[in-house]
Structures are given as C-alpha cells and as structure tokens.
T-cell receptor, first 110, second 121 residues
Framework: GQNIDQPTEMTATEGAIVQINCTYQ??????LFWYQQHAGEAPTFLSY????GLEEKGRFSSFLSRSKGYSYLLLKELQMKDSASYLC???????????FGKGTTLSVSS | GAVVSQHPSRVICKSGTSVKIECRSL??????MFWYRQFPKQSLMLMAT?????????EQGVEKDKFLINHASLTLSTLTVTSAHPEDSSFYIC?????????????????FGQGTRLTVV
C-alpha cells in the first residue's frame, strides 16, 4: 500500500523560508502532489512532481527524489495567509485516487 | 481550472436519519469521482471511488451499506450517509480529475468540492 509521512506541525515567522518534508513508500509511483488546505475549506493544488528535481512556482517550490522516496515543499517570503495545512499526496495503486499524508500544519507569526 | 461543486456545505441531522450529499463536475465529465472524510485536525481519508454506471469501490473498513454511493451520470455523484449517528459527524469532501478523455489521468490534479460539514445530533 501507499505510506506517507510528514511532520505534524511547524512554525515560522513572516518573511522567513520554511521547508516541509515528505517521505513516501508506494507500490508503483506516478507522481507526488502538494496541496494547501485552510481550516474548513477544500484543498487547493500547489504542485506536482514526477521527475527528480526542483519545480519552482512563485514563492512555492517543490522538490522530488524518487530514489530516496522524498519530497519537500519550500515556501519563501512567508505571509500570514500561508498559515494552513500542507498535504503531501501520491496516487493509489490503481493510479486513480490520491492518497494523502496526515498533513503538516504551518503556523506563521508576525 | 475545472470546477467541482458540492452541496450542501453544512447539514445538521438527527441521529437515525439519512443525509444525501451531492457532488457535481460543472465543466467536465467525470467517469470517476472520489469521496473523502476528514476528522478535525486530521488528513483526508479516502472512503470510496465512485464509478459512473457501476458499483462504487470502497476502501477497507468503510461500510458500503452505511455510505451509499450513486454515480448516475457523468457529472453527478451522491453520497448518502444512512442511519447517521454522532460518530459519523465529520467533514465529507468529494473530488474528481479532468482526464480529458485520455489515460488514467494519474498526472492530473484533483479538483475538490467545497466539502460538507455533517453534524449528527
């Protein structure tokens, strides 16, 4: 089955940089997703990595190492509105549904 | 991006009653939709995969007689929580992927409905 591990909580200050790590073990691999979820709201898509390396998208970047079963989400120039839960996800074995990690709750303070 | 609409956003029901939640893909056809459940401060747990025109596929530990799923058209899936009890109180959320008619779409992002906050009293 799919197994995903990420830290439960992280804290940071405005303007800082934070890295949220995710490790995974999967039966087959066809990409890793990062989602942001504010409390009581639907998750929103941040990034998708299927090849090794860094994908940059504005203040957010995501890195993947398939050999290590490892990814991270890098958030730069943190803002208060970045306080949210960040979810790492991979496809299920059938490649149809997303299986999510437990999420990392990020608290940004001033 | 594609739009998935979920209704109602919030429902309170009495113990023993049934509640139906609708999930619609508004600008694309979804032969498959997914239902998740989320308890406070926990992650999304996949409950079942809804398949248009056929039976849903349930994840291990999810009671199919309690969580009835119907996917009667390419744009609508419904989840009915039958004989609801307080422990069924949770955030239920659906998702779909716009596969564009090709392949499994494993590389496409999943779009989520707004979620339904169910409270059983």
């Amino acid at each position: 089955g799919q197994n995903i591990d990420q830290p439960t909580e992280m804290t940071a200050t405005e303007g800082a940089i934070v890295q949220i790590n995710c490790t995974y073990q999967t039966s087959g691999f066809n990409g890793l997703f990062w989602y942001q979820q504010h409390a009581g709201e639907a998750p929103t898509f941040l990034s998708y990595n299927v090849l090794d390396g860094l994908e940059e998208k504005g203040r957010f970047s995501s890195f993947l190492s398939r050999s290590k079963g490892y990814s991270y989400l890098l958030l730069k120039e943190l803002q208060m509105k970045d306080s949210a839960s960040y979810l790492c996800a991979v496809n299920n074995q059938a490649g149809t549904a997303l299986i999510f990690g437990k999420g990392t709750t990020l608290s940004v303070s001033s | 991006g594609a739009v998935v609409s979920q209704h109602p956003s919030r429902v309170i029901c009495k113990s023993g009653t049934s509640v139906k939640i609708e999930c619609r893909s508004l600008d694309f056809q979804a032969t498959t939709m997914f239902w998740y459940r989320q308890f406070p401060k926990q992650s999304l747990m996949l409950m079942a995969t809804s398949n248009e025109g056929s039976k849903a596929t349930y994840e291990q530990g999810v009671e199919k007689d309690k969580f009835l799923i119907n996917h009667a058209s390419l744009t609508l899936s419904t989840l009915t929580v039958t004989s609801a009890h307080p422990e069924d109180s949770s955030f239920y959320i659906c998702s779909a992927r716009d596969r564009g008619g090709t392949g499994k779409g494993a590389n496409t992002e999943a779009f989520f409905g707004q979620g339904t906050r169910l409270t059983v009293v």
